[in-house]
């Protein structure tokens, strides 16, 4: 049966029918898993964030390698490619989450807003505000 409106139990289907909870301690892993996956996402954001900016997206430092610039030589350089596929995985990551809530479970919806939360104090939360929110993938961000 298809929830439409919230509910609170601990038997779930989330995303494929074979991700099903029927136990404490499997409903806590899927929960776990929205946590891990929510932070993730806020992950890739950052990544993506540090890419855009031409740094290297693992340290803070001034001096990137030349192929993390995402102003290159040419349509196709490697900076755009890697800030393609970090688009790309964070958009995909995103619909998930998205769709994980649509489950209307309510500890799951909780689960993605805690991970997205903690997820954006670890990482992102040290960069600059007016491009941080920019080309966000997901109403979920």
């Known amino acids: 049966m298809m929830h439409m409106t919230f509910y609170w139990s601990r ?6 029918t074979s991700w099903r909870t029927d136990s404490w301690p499997s409903y ?4 776990l898993a929205c946590v891990l ?3 993730f996402y806020q992950y890739l954001d ?6 855009r900016r031409g740094g290297n997206p693992t340290e803070g430092t001034a001096g990137e ?10 349509k196709w350089s490697v900076g755009k490619i890697v800030g393609g596929v ?11 989450l998205m769709l994980a809530v649509m489950s209307f479970n309510g500890g799951v919806f909780l689960a993605v807003v805690l991970g997205l939360t903690v997820g954006y ?3 992102r939360s040290g960069d600059d505000d007016e491009i941080s ?9």
Do not use: E
């Open 65 to 74: 390698p030349f192929l993390l610039r995402p102003k290159g030589a040419g």
């Open 28 to 31: 806590a892993l899927t929960l």
């Open 37 to 39: 996956a929510s932070a």
């Open 121 to 123: 104090l670890v990482f």
């Open 133 to 141: 929110g920019v080309n966000s993938t997901c109403a979920c961000a």
């Open 86 to 96: 970090l688009f790309g995985s964070s958009s995909a990551l995103g619909y998930l």
């Open 11 to 16: 038997q779930v289907t989330l995303l494929f």
């Open 46 to 51: 950052h990544l993506r964030y540090r890419v």
